[in-house]
C-alpha cells in the first residue's frame, strides 16, 4: 500500500496560484494512476484529476479543466497538482489517492489517500 503525504495549500487571491505536492512511500508508486481530490465544507468528494503512471494520460474534472494541471515525478514519488485562474469556488481541502481499483473518479474506489491539505482562496 502506497502512504501519501500532500503539502503546498494555503490561502490565495482569486486569479492566483498554487502548486501542491503529494509524496508517496512505497515500491508501488511508480506503477500505479495517481488522483487528485477536493472536498469542500458541507459537501462530498469530488473528483479533480487523474495521472497515468507513465504520466502519459491524464484526466480533469469539468469545473478544473484548463485550469489545473496534474503531473508526477516517478523518481521523486510525487506527483503534483498546478493550479492556476483560481477561484472562491475552488476552496477545499485537497486530497491525493493512489492505486484505484474501479472508477478513477470516485475516492473510495482508491486503495489509499492522504491527509488533504487546506486550499483557501479569497474573492
Known amino acids: 500500500q502506497v502512504q501519501l503525504v500532500e503539502s503546498g495549500g494555503g490561502l490565495v487571491q482569486a486569479g492566483g496560484s498554487l502548486r501542491l505536492s503529494c509524496a508517496a512511500s512505497g515500491r508501488t508508486f511508480s506503477s500505479t494512476p495517481m488522483g487528485w481530490f477536493r472536498q469542500a465544507p458541507g459537501k462530498e468528494h469530488e473528483f479533480v484529476a487523474v495521472i497515468s503512471w507513465s504520466g502519459g494520460s491524464t484526466y480533469y474534472g469539468d469545473s478544473v479543466k484548463g485550469r489545473f494541471t496534474i503531473s508526477r515525478d516517478n523518481a521523486k514519488n510525487t506527483v503534483y497538482l498546478q493550479m492556476n485562474s483560481l477561484k472562491p469556488e475552488d476552496t477545499a481541502v485537497y486530497y491525493c489517492?493512489?492505486?484505484?481499483?474501479?472508477?478513477?473518479?470516485?475516492?473510495?474506489?482508491?486503495?489509499?489517500w492522504g491527509q488533504g491539505t487546506q486550499v483557501t482562496v479569497s474573492s
Open positions: 489517492a493512489a492505486d484505484p481499483d474501479g472508477s478513477y473518479t470516485v475516492l473510495t474506489d482508491y486503495s489509499s
